[in-house]
């Protein structure tokens, strides 16, 4: 069992930067890959990027360039570094967890066996 927790959610003008951070509880942190996802009202969550086990990332194309996602280990932590920030990233941010025997990570929510309650991003123009 993995619990996840997002922080570092804020508002943020158009060009800014935010860090997000995702702790983990539990056991076998190394065996997970992880992935951010977004969810802005009225549309469907979206994957926005992803880091394997062994740290391999992964990112949509809108995001491509500007955010960077990071693991600690020691620290059971994944980071989200959001840079060049536009209106458009305005969303409720979440990480996501599975266990995972390869060097890839999974697009689709239902790949993931374990969910953070959220962080809210809002970019001002």
């Known amino acids: 069992q993995v619990q996840l927790v997002e922080s570092g959610g804020g508002l943020v003008q158009a060009g800014g930067s935010l860090k997000l951070s995702c702790a983990a509880s539990g056991h076998g942190f190394v065996s997970y890959a992880m992935g951010w996802f977004r969810q802005a009202p009225g549309k469907e969550r979206e994957f926005v990027g992803g880091?394997?086990?062994?740290?391999?990332?992964y990112y949509t194309d809108s995001v491509k360039g500007r955010f960077t996602i990071s693991r600690d280990n020691p620290k059971n932590t994944v980071y989200l570094q959001m840079n060049s920030l536009i209106p458009e990233d305005t969303a409720v941010y979440y990480c996501?967890?599975?266990?995972?025997?390869?060097?890839?990570?999974?697009?689709?929510?239902?790949?993931?066996?374990?969910w953070g309650q959220g962080t809210q991003v809002t970019v001002s123009s």
């Open positions: 880091i394997s086990r062994i740290g391999s990332t």
């Open positions: 996501a967890a599975y266990r995972s025997g390869w060097d890839n990570v999974k697009f689709t929510t239902d790949a993931y066996d374990y």
